[in-house]
């Protein structure tokens, strides 16, 4: 029972270490795209090919019956929030450096750890509340609230958006803890894939021809409300690369989560980070400010806290369970 387990978690590590780096390459080919089509464009292809993936999984996994859920609204909503947070990121790193959005997003953890209060019902002692205070002090240090907008590569609402994607991020793994539990993760990707799908064209539908698109428009609104473009040549691999890219984000990230758990899996995520830093300099020629260090720093000492108490509590309940049943 003991070597399952631990051949469970090693399993999950490794998932959640493939599907980060698939993160990281995702975030710099859209980058990348960002200056020349538009976001709902980019992210309706990605999903038409990762869909169909998806679906090939499922077969694999047990058939399509598999589809077949009793809480349709809930898959719903889950695929909503990771549109939002998927979305915001995206719209951010067309106008901010890949690290700098990336520290940002990893305030994620920090926002599991507050949400689980009353959604899990979890306890927080004093030590993991103030790793999260700290963490959140480095959130408001790359925010710059000191500085001038001219000061800024961006505008405020701009340096918010990793915010907001990482807390719809965090409720939706807090929701991938309860479905995953009866939902196969090849299903929950194809789940998400739909939404996505569903939600880039009604962008189309609104604005696929670019009506809303001003010419001082920043960077990140052009990148939303875009017109869509026949792609280039030069781009159609790009674009495959990350169709492929997201079935294998989506499928590592559900079953990392479901086979592993988050005390065990979370930090690990963190490999994102100096991913950021080394696409962000190697493609884009970008390396973070002072502040944005200050503030890498502190989130990731605080996360890193926090999933270290975690995986204690973690083990202490097995150990009492394990002396119970002995």
Avoid at 96 to 115: D, G, Q, R, V
Avoid at 140 to 163: E, H, K, N
Avoid at 294 to 304: C, D, E, Q, R, T
Wanted: hydrophobic residues 55%; charged residues 10%; proline residues 4%.
């Amino acid at each position: 029972m003991t070597s399952n387990l631990q051949n469970r978690a090693g399993l999950a590590i490794g998932l959640i270490l493939l599907g980060v780096a698939a993160i990281s390459v995702n975030d710099m080919l859209i980058k990348r795209l960002s200056g020349g089509y538009p976001l709902h464009q980019i992210v309706f292809t990605r999903s038409a090919i990762g869909i169909l993936l998806g679906l090939v999984l499922v077969k694999l996994e047990g058939g399509l019956h598999l589809l077949k859920t009793r809480q349709p609204g809930l898959h719903l909503l889950r695929g909503l929030l990771i549109v939002i947070s998927n979305m915001s990121f995206f719209l951010a790193i067309a106008a901010l450096p890949l690290a700098e959005a990336t520290a940002l997003f990893f305030a994620a953890p920090l926002f599991i750890t507050l949400l689980s209060i009353p959604i899990l019902g979890e306890k927080v002692g004093p030590l993991r509340m103030s790793a999260v205070v700290v963490g959140f002090v480095g959130v408001v240090i790359m925010q710059r609230p000191w500085a001038g907008g001219d000061a800024l590569q961006a505008s405020r609402l701009v340096l918010f958006l990793p915010v907001l994607a990482a807390l719809t991020y965090a409720l939706n793994q807090l929701m991938t803890r309860k479905l995953g539990v009866s939902t196969k993760a090849s299903v929950l990707s194809v789940y998400i894939q739909a939404v996505f799908i569903v939600v880039s064209l009604g962008f189309f539908v609104v604005a696929g021809d670019g009506r809303f698109v001003a010419g001082d428009s920043s960077a990140s609104l052009a990148f939303l409300l875009r017109a869509w473009v026949w792609p280039a040549q030069d781009d159609y691999l790009t674009f495959l690369g990350i169709g492929l890219n997201v079935a294998l984000i989506g499928y590592c990230l559900s079953q990392a989560y479901r086979l592993g758990d988050a005390a065990t899996v979370a930090p690990f995520e963190y490999i994102g980070l100096p991913l950021a830093v080394f696409w962000g300099f190697v493609i884009f020629g970008d390396l973070p400010v002072w502040e944005v260090w200050v503030g890498i720093a502190l989130i990731l000492a605080s996360g890193l806290f926090v999933y270290l108490r975690e995986r204690q509590k973690a083990l202490r309940v097995t150990r009492l369970q394990g002396g119970r049943r002995a």
